[in-house]
């Protein structure tokens, strides 16, 4: 199979699809590698340790996605990127679709077949690509409100872990996934008092073995919200349906409740955002105010740390891609019922239940859409 990788266009993307080790194990298995020029610069892979393996480094992105049967990338595509769609190419990306009805209406008219590392789910509920990311935006949105906290960013001008004789900040994290779990283990770690929500018992039991007296695991419910918001002066929302909409934990009344220069961190943005309040910032503008809040809610916040993130995020796609290029993508998926999950679109069909709901479209379960094609 020929294999793609392309520059993100994204604002702040510095991340890319596939590094050269991964493009090394792609061409070992007897696949094509190409490569926009200067793909992986921003996350510290020159041209030439891709074309020393063999890869071809081509000098536009569209001579790249004209040649190629399957692009691999970081984000979802771009309006900028839509020409260079068609028919039957295999997307394998990010795509957060049911916050983007429209993108997956465009992947639906080109008749894309669009592989979302988000939906890759495993039979013990574990969603291995979506979960480095994870990991970096849980660790990296307590240093993100750490900052923001800081008075000449507009915040109250606390410090997380305060010092002897003053009061440490109060954390609240609103779900206890990945983003939640590493989230509270840094804020621990810089001293922070902190209460994180979920509803489910066994993921706070869970937090409750590893952290003990150091955190208060609460379970997520109208009146625990609103009572710890009240004090919070660093907000993680960090709640996650895979491939749905993330529910609005926080309402615009909540708002005039909490402190003035409080800060609100909305990992959940990819998905829409668990607040009503929340609404998509870049890394060039990252923060808004609103009823005193500061809210940060960049949709990519790992691009901040590309090296770290891009090496994360392959060791987890890449067994993935390589299956697809393998088998070719329908053997792959009835191979594979972890990555059939991740197929949202396929040849016009929709074909992940959550996105269509989402999205309110058609839904198509991916083995009626491989044998009705």
Known sequence: MKVGCVKEIKNNEYRVGLTPDGARDFIA????VYLEK??????????????????????????VWSKVEMMVKVKEPLEEEYPFLREGLILFTYFHLAAAPDQAETLLDHKIKAVAYETIEEEDGS???????????GRLSIQEGAKY???????????????????????????????????????LGMGANVSIL??????????????????????????????VLKDADLVIGSVLVPGGAT????????????????VFVDVSIDQGGCAESSRPTTHDD????????????????????????TIALTNATLRYGLKIADLGLEKAAIADPALAK????????????????????????????????
Not at 39 to 61: C, H, I, K, M, N
Not at 200 to 224: C, M, P, R, W
């Open 29 to 32: 298995h007897g696949h094509e």
């Open 38 to 63: 200067g793909a992986g610069l921003g996350s510290g892979f020159p041209d030439e340790d891709y074309q020393a393996l063999g890869v071809t480094v081509l000098d536009r992105a569209e001579e």
């Open 127 to 137: 969603l291995p690509c979506l979960a480095p990311m994870s990991q970096i935006a």
């Open 149 to 187: 906290l800081e008075k000449p960013f507009g915040g109250a001008g606390i410090l997380l872990a305060g010092v002897p004789g003053t009061p440490k900040a109060n954390v609240v994290i609103l779900g206890a996934g990945a983003v939640g779990a590493n989230a509270c283990k840094i804020a």
């Open 198 to 227: 979920n509803r489910s018992i066994k993921k706070l039991e869970y937090l409750d073995n590893i952290f003990g007296a150091h955190v208060q695991t609460l379970v997520s419910s109208d009146s625990n919200i609103e009572r």
């Open 247 to 262: 529910p609005k934990l926080i309402r615009r009344r909540h708002l005039k409740m909490m402190k003035n220069g409080a």
């Open 286 to 309: 990252p923060i808004y105010i609103e009823e005193g809040v500061i809210h940060y809610c960049v949709t990519n916040m790992p691009g901040a740390v590309p090296r770290t993130s």
């Open 342 to 373: 991740g197929v949202n679109c396929y040849l016009g069909m929709l074909t992940n239940e959550n996105v269509a709901r989402a999205t309110q479209k058609d839904y198509t379960p991916l083995e009626l859409a491989i044998c009705s094609k």
